[in-house]
């Protein structure tokens, strides 16, 4: 019993640790990329205010981009998830419509990155 104990207490401790190095160590995008089945839709900067319509044979989302952040405002799917989503801002975070195969993604795009490494 003792035992037990202490490993589901470590097991809590390395995961509040990972928790809150994800947290504290994430890092703002730049870049909100816009994919509907699987192809690219656009790119479109976090820096600018805009409303960007996607319309495809699949249906309609209509995406903002405002103060730095992206969320889908309507869309035509049946149960509205992706409208229902929070703002995204973060690096890595995403918005995704499975009716209408849409997928937001956040990118940070490191200009100091290497092309290619050979």
Do not use: W
Request: proline fraction near 3%.
């Amino acid at each position: 019993m003792k035992n037990d104990i202490i490993f589901v207490s470590a097991l809590f401790g390395v995961i509040l640790v990972a928790v809150l190095g994800m947290l504290l160590f994430r890092t703002s995008g730049d870049t909100v990329t816009v994919t509907v089945d699987g192809k690219t839709f656009g790119e479109y900067s976090l820096d600018q205010n805009c409303s960007v319509e996607i319309k495809t044979e699949y249906g309609f989302n209509l995406l903002v981009i405002k103060d730095g952040k992206a969320y889908v405002e309507s869309a035509s799917c049946p149960d509205g998830i992706c409208s229902k989503h929070r703002p995204i801002s973060y690096d890595g975070e995403s918005i995704i419509c499975l009716p209408n195969k849409v997928v937001v993604s956040i990118d940070k795009q490191d200009a100091s990155a290497p092309d290619i490494i050979l």
